[in-house]
C-alpha cells in the first residue's frame, strides 16, 4: 500500500469516527428532546436529534444524502433559533454553537467527502460545512460584541444639572448626633449617615478625571480565613471615617482604626468573638459600627465606637484609643442574648451595625440562621443608653406590652420576624426605621401569628427615644419565599405636584418593588396596588390572595424596568443543547405562574429568587441630580417543600443538632414541612436562563424612569464548571452588596462575582473607570475628604458564600497631586 492510499484510508476512517460522534451527539438530542416532547415541551429537539443522528449515519455510509440533511438541520436549526429569541447572542449559543462547530469541523474532510459522496459540487460542500456554519457563528459574535444589553442614555439628550439639589443631604438634629449627616470631608454612619443615601458631597472625582485614579495606599487587616477553617467568611464591611480616622470591622469583628490620610494603623481591639457562634451563622462578617460623641463633660470614652458580635454582644470602644469603656453595659458590653431564648451558638448574631441617636443605641438581635427550627430566637429589637448601656426600651411585636425586660421566667416572643439588614433614620422625626424578616420557617408559613403575618417583611417606624411604633407597612402578604427586607431605607425629599417636597423613605426589595412612602406617616407617595397572584398549594399551607406593587415605579423582577419579566420555557439556558435542555425539561416539571408561585412539593420556580431583586447592598441616590442608582440579580430559584418524613429519610437535621446525612436542605424542625431552596443552576453550573443575571440602572427620581441600564460584571473570574472564563463579555453576574454616588457625577461600585472595582457616568451609565482588585468587592465603597484630597475607599475581602476570592484588603484611591479635577457636567 502506498503513502497516499495510506492517507487516504485514514481520511476515510477519520471521517466515518467523525460521522458517528454526530450520530451519537444526534442520538443524545433525540432522547433528551423526547423527554421535553414528554412534558409539553418544544418538539424541535427531539426532530432536530433524529435528524443528526441519521445525517451521522450516511455520512459515515458515505451517502450524499448524509451531507444535505446535515445542511437542511443546521439552515432550519438557524431559522428556530432566530424565531425562539432573535438576535440574543447568548441565547443562540447552546442553539447554535455545537451545530456550527460540526459543521467547520466537516469541513477539512472535503478530498475524502469528495471521493465517497460523488457528485458532489466543491460549491455545495462549501455551503453546509463553510457558509452556514460561519453564519452561525457570526450570529452569536455579532449580538456578543455589540451587546444590546447596554443601554445607556444620550447625553445630548439630557437636561442640564441643576443648581437646585434634588434633595437635602442632612436634617436637623436636636442633640447635634454625628451620625445625623455628614459632609464631603465625613462619613459618620453605614451609608453616609442615618439618611442611608450612600452619597457623598465630594465633587474632586468627576468622569472627566476618574481615569486618573491611583491607589494611594491599602491596608491588610491580617483577617484571613484560615486554611483548614470552616467558617463562612464574608468581609462586608463599609468603614466610617471622623475626624482624622477610618474605623473598619473585619469578618470576626475585629475594629480596626487607621488614618484616613495614609492607612497606618492607629489601634485595633478583639473581641475574642466566640467561635461556635461564627461557624454557626451562615457566613460571619461585621457590615460596620457606629460612631457617637457623648455629651460634654463625659468622662470615659467622650468619643465612642458601638459594634455588634455574632455571639450576641453590643460593644463599646473609645475612638481615639480603641480601649473598652468600661461604664457601658458590663465592662464594655451589653449581652443581646438576654430575655431572646438563644442557647445556641450563631442561631442568632447581629452583622449590620446599630443606629445611634438621641442617645439611644438602637440594636436587633440580628439574623437568625434561615431554615433550621422553627422555635427560634425572639427578633426583638431594643434600645440601650449610649452612655451606661442600660436598657431604655424593647420592641416586641409579638407582645407589645413588653417595653423593657420580659417578666422574670420568660423571653421575649419567641420566633418572630427579625430584623438583620441595615437600617435608617430621621433626626429630626426621632424615629428609625426597621426593615424585618419573616418568622421562623421562611418557606412554610402555616400556623404563624396574626403578628407574624403582619410584620413579616415590612418597613416599621419606632420613636427612637421610646421604642413605640409609629406606623408600619407590609410589603409582602404572608411571605412564602424568604423576600424579608434586605435592602437598606434611603432617606430623600420627594417632589410632589404643585411644588414642595414629602420627607419620603425609599425601600427597594428582594421581591424586586421599589416602595415610596411618607416616612412621618407610612402612607404611600407613589401609588400601591395590589394585585392577584398564583394560588394554592399542594401541601395545605394557603396563599394570600394579592401582592402589593409600585406601578410607579422601576421594578427588577428581570432587568430593570416598568414591566415584569416572565419567564417561558424558550428562555431556559445552558451552554449547550444538552444542559439547555436539562433546564427546559425542569422548567416544564416546575410549578411556574409568574411572580409569588408558591413552593411546592413537586418544587416551584421563584422569579425573583431569595436572593433578589435587590439585597443589602440597596440603592444609592445621587442626592445633587435625583438619580438613584441600583444594582440588582436576575436569577431564578427554585423551592421545593418536604413532608417530615421524607426530611427524616434523607437525614436532614438542624444544624444545630448535629451534621446532615443529605447536605443543602433547610430541616425547618418542629414545622410540618422541610424545605430546599437553591440557583436555577444547569449540570454545568450555569444559571437556567441567559445573561445577563446582574444589571446595574439609574433611575431619574424626578420622572420615575430608567434613564440608564446595563449587565454589571463579567465572566472572568467565574465559569461554567467553576472554570474562569478570563474573558470580558458584559455577562452580568450575580452581585451582592451596594454603590456609591458621588456629587462628581461617578457611581462606583464592586459587588460582582469578578474581582474588579468599576466607576460609571451616574447620568448616562458610561463606564468610566475600572480597575482590578486582589480579591472580591463584596463591600458597598465610601468616599471622604482629608487634606484637600478626594478618597474612594472599599474593603476587598470576598464572600464564601458567592464563592469569590478571599482576602483583607481595605483600598483607598485617589487622583495623583498633579491632576485637575474637571467641572462636573
Not at 375 to 396: E, I, K, N, Y
Not at 525 to 530: A, G, H, N, S, T
Amino acid at each position: 500500500m502506498t503513502d497516499q492510499s495510506s492517507k487516504r484510508g485514514l481520511g476515510t476512517w477519520l471521517l466515518v469516527a467523525y460521522a458517528v460522534v454526530i450520530a451519537v451527539l444526534g442520538a443524545v438530542l433525540a432522547y433528551q428532546g423526547g423527554r421535553l416532547v414528554a412534558v409539553g415541551g418544544s418538539w424541535y429537539y427531539l426532530i432536530a436529534g433524529i435528524a443528526l443522528f441519521l445525517a451521522g449515519v450516511l455520512l459515515a455510509l458515505g451517502r450524499r444524502a448524509g451531507l444535505w440533511l446535515f445542511g437542511a438541520t443546521l439552515a432550519g436549526t438557524i431559522a428556530w433559533a432566530l424565531w425562539e429569541v432573535g438576535l440574543d447572542g447568548w441565547g443562540l449559543v447552546p442553539r447554535l454553537a455545537m451545530i456550527s462547530v460540526l459543521g467547520l469541523v466537516l469541513l477539512p474532510f472535503w478530498g475524502v467527502a469528495r471521493r465517497r459522496m460523488q457528485p458532489l459540487s466543491g460549491l455545495s460542500y462549501a455551503l453546509v460545512t463553510g457558509v452556514l456554519p460561519i453564519l452561525g457563528a457570526a450570529l452569536i459574535l455579532w449580538p456578543l460584541l455589540m451587546p444590546r444589553n447596554v443601554e445607556l442614555a444620550d447625553a445630548s439628550k439630557l437636561p442640564a444639572d441643576s443648581a437646585t439639589a434634588f434633595s437635602r443631604g442632612t436634617v436637623p438634629s436636636p442633640d447635634g448626633n454625628v451620625a445625623a449627616n455628614h459632609d464631603a470631608s465625613n462619613w459618620t454612619s453605614y451609608a453616609g449617615s442615618n439618611l442611608s443615601n450612600h452619597y457623598t458631597p465630594g465633587a474632586q472625582i468627576t468622569p472627566d478625571n476618574v481615569k486618573n485614579l491611583k491607589v494611594a495606599w491599602e491596608f491588610h487587616t491580617g483577617d484571613l480565613k484560615p486554611k483548614d477553617s470552616k467558617l463562612g467568611y464574608a468581609f462586608q464591611n463599609t468603614p466610617l471615617k471622623v475626624g482624622d480616622l477610618l474605623y473598619i470591622c473585619t469578618p470576626t469583628q475585629k475594629v480596626i482604626a487607621v488614618e484616613a490620610a495614609n492607612g497606618k494603623e492607629r489601634w485595633r481591639f478583639d473581641p475574642q468573638t466566640n467561635p461556635k457562634a461564627m461557624a454557626g451563622v451562615a457566613a460571619t462578617t461585621c457590615r460596620g459600627v457606629s460612631y457617637y460623641q457623648a455629651p460634654e463633660g463625659t468622662a470615659e470614652c467622650p468619643t465612642r465606637i458601638f459594634w455588634p458580635m455574632v455571639d450576641g454582644r453590643l460593644g463599646a470602644l473609645d475612638a481615639q484609643t480603641g480601649k473598652l469603656c468600661t461604664s457601658f453595659g458590663n465592662n464594655g458590653y451589653v449581652d443581646l442574648n438576654a430575655g431572646t431564648g438563644n442557647t445556641k451558638p450563631g442561631f442568632v448574631g447581629p452583622t449590620s451595625p446599630p443606629v445611634v441617636m438621641r442617645g439611644v443605641v438602637i440594636q436587633p438581635t440580628g439574623q437568625v440562621r434561615d431554615g433550621q427550627e422553627g422555635d427560634a430566637p425572639s427578633g426583638v429589637v431594643r434600645g440601650f443608653d449610649a452612655l451606661t448601656g442600660q436598657l431604655r426600651w424593647a420592641w416586641d411585636l409579638g407582645n407589645p406590652a413588653i417595653t423593657a425586660e420580659p417578666p422574670a421566667g420568660q423571653t421575649y416572643t419567641r420566633s418572630t420576624p427579625n430584623v438583620w439588614s441595615l437600617m435608617a433614620a430621621d433626626d429630626e422625626l426621632g424615629l428609625v426605621y426597621l426593615p424585618t424578616g419573616n418568622a421562623s420557617g421562611d418557606f412554610f408559613g402555616k400556623g404563624r401569628t396574626p403578628q407574624d403575618e403582619e410584620y413579616t417583611a415590612s418597613l416599621v417606624a419606632v420613636d427612637a427615644a421610646t421604642g413605640k411604633e409609629r406606623w408600619h407597612f407590609r410589603t409582602v402578604n404572608h411571605d412564602l419565599w424568604d423576600y424579608d427586607i434586605g435592602p437598606q431605607p434611603n432617606l430623600v425629599d420627594w417632589p410632589v405636584a404643585g411644588g414642595g417636597t414629602r420627607a419620603a423613605v425609599i425601600q427597594a426589595t428582594k421581591s424586586g418593588q421599589v416602595f415610596v412612602l411618607d416616612r412621618a406617616t407610612g402612607e404611600p407617595i407613589m401609588p400601591v396596588k395590589q394585585i392577584p397572584v398564583p394560588q394554592g398549594t399542594d401541601h395545605g399551607d394557603w396563599t394570600a390572595a394579592t401582592q402589593p406593587i409600585s406601578p410607579g415605579m422601576p421594578n427588577t423582577v428581570g432587568a430593570p424596568s416598568r414591566e415584569f419579566e416572565k419567564i417561558i420555557e424558550s428562555d431556559a439556558w445552558g451552554m449547550t443543547p444538552f444542559d439547555q435542555l436539562v433546564c427546559r425539561i425542569q422548567f416544564k416539571q416546575l410549578r411556574y405562574e409568574g411572580m409569588f408561585t408558591p413552593p411546592t412539593l413537586q418544587g416551584s420556580l421563584a422569579f425573583t429568587g431569595n436572593h433578589g431583586g435587590i439585597n443589602w447592598g440597596g440603592v444609592s441616590v445621587d442626592l445633587q441630580r435625583g438619580i438613584m442608582v441600583m444594582n440588582s440579580n436576575r436569577l431564578p430559584y427554585t423551592l421545593q417543600v418536604y413532608t417530615r418524613q421524607k426530611m427524616d429519610e434523607l437525614g436532614v437535621v438542624s444544624v444545630f443538632d448535629g451534621k446532615s446525612k443529605t447536605p443543602g436542605y433547610m430541616a425547618q424542625k418542629g414545622l410540618a414541612y422541610g424545605a430546599r431552596k437553591e440557583p436555577w443552576m444547569s449540570p454545568l453550573n450555569t444559571p437556567c436562563v441567559a445573561p445577563p443575571w446582574g444589571y446595574i440602572a439609574g433611575v431619574d427620581l424626578r420622572t420615575q424612569q430608567v434613564i440608564w441600564r446595563r449587565p454589571l460584571g463579567t465572566g472572568y473570574d467565574q465559569g461554567p464548571m467553576g472554570i474562569p472564563s478570563k474573558t470580558k463579555f458584559e455577562i452580568g453576574t450575580p452581585n451582592n452588596s451596594g454603590s456609591l454616588a458621588t456629587a462628581g457625577g461617578v457611581t462606583f461600585i464592586g459587588a460582582t462575582l469578578d474581582d474588579f472595582m468599576r466607576g460609571f457616568d451616574t447620568r448616562t451609565g458610561k463606564q468610566v473607570w475600572e480597575t482590578r482588585v486582589p480579591a472580591g468587592p463584596q463591600a458597598a465603597p465610601m468616599s471622604y475628604t482629608i487634606n484637600g484630597k478626594q478618597y474612594i475607599v472599599a474593603a476587598v475581602g470576598g464572600h464564601d458564600r458567592m464563592e469569590t476570592k478571599s482576602g483583607d484588603s481595605v483600598i483607598a484611591w485617589a487622583l495623583p497631586d498633579d491632576a485637575q479635577a474637571a467641572p462636573a457636567k
